[in-house]
């Protein structure tokens, strides 16, 4: 039998395409300062509004919905590995930790690209890169490899699953037979 549930609220899908798209644009407008600085900012406001979501949204758009203990999170992985991975309606354990993980990162990215670029203004002719640029540079390509991760992973568990989580995330349902 066909069932579907309603999971990704609007604030949660409208955070993660925007998100998407303006991670896009931080890296297409690295070279143009002033424009990439305010995506940049752009996508600190997106988090905040997501952190505060996090606390007051609906039931799977909180934290205490997808936050699980290390020995949870252990568990899903090895069972993954063995195909026996429990289904979840919300984010799976280690789904969850994934997007802790890439909302921190970029966190850090977008407040070190802040000081690289107050530190740029003030040092015009500075002939190297400030050490803050390199972290940020270096904070700015881990966030790419966790997206890559995050990415991959749903694919994987869309298939192992039998369900599509893209179209989940784009329409805020999901459809399973029982
Ligand atoms: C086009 C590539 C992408 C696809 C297809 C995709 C797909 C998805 C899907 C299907 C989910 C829900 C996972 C689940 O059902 O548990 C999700 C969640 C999430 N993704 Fe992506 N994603 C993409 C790119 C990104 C990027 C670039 C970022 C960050 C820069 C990102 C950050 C997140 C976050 C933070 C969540 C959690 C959403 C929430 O609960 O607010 N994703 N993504
Ligand atoms: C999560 C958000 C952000 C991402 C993903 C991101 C990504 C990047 C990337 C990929 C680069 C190029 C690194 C290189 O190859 O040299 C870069 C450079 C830079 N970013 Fe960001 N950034 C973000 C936020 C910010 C913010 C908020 C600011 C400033 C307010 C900023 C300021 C800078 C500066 C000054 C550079 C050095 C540009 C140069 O080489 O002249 N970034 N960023």
Known sequence: MQK?????DIVVRSFHW???????LAFATEDFS???????????????VRLLWGVIGSKHA?????????????QYLKDLFFKR??????????????????????????VTGHYAYESEVFMIYAEHESWLE???EALAFFSLTLVFVHVVG??????????????????GWKRRSE
């Not at 579907?4 to 990704?8: A, E």
């Not at 925007?18 to 896009?24: D, E, G, K, Y």
């Not at 309606?89 to 969850?96: E, F, L, S, T, Y």
């Open 34 to 48: 002033v424009l990439h600085a305010y995506i940049g900012y752009f996508i600190l406001g997106l988090i905040a």
């Open 154 to 171: 749903v694919l994987l568990e869309s298939v192992l699953h039998g369900e599509n989580l893209i179209s989940a995330m784009i329409s």
């Open 85 to 110: 991975a429990k289904h979840y309606v919300g984010h799976n354990p280690a789904g969850g930790l994934m997007i802790v993980l890439m909302l921190i990162s970029l966190i850090l990215t977008a």
């Open 4 to 8: 579907s549930l309603y999971v990704w």
């Open 134 to 136: 390199e972290v940020h």
């Open 62 to 74: 909180r934290f205490s919905d997808f936050i699980y203990r290390p020995r949870v999170i252990k």
């Open 18 to 24: 925007l998100l998407v798209l303006a991670f896009a």
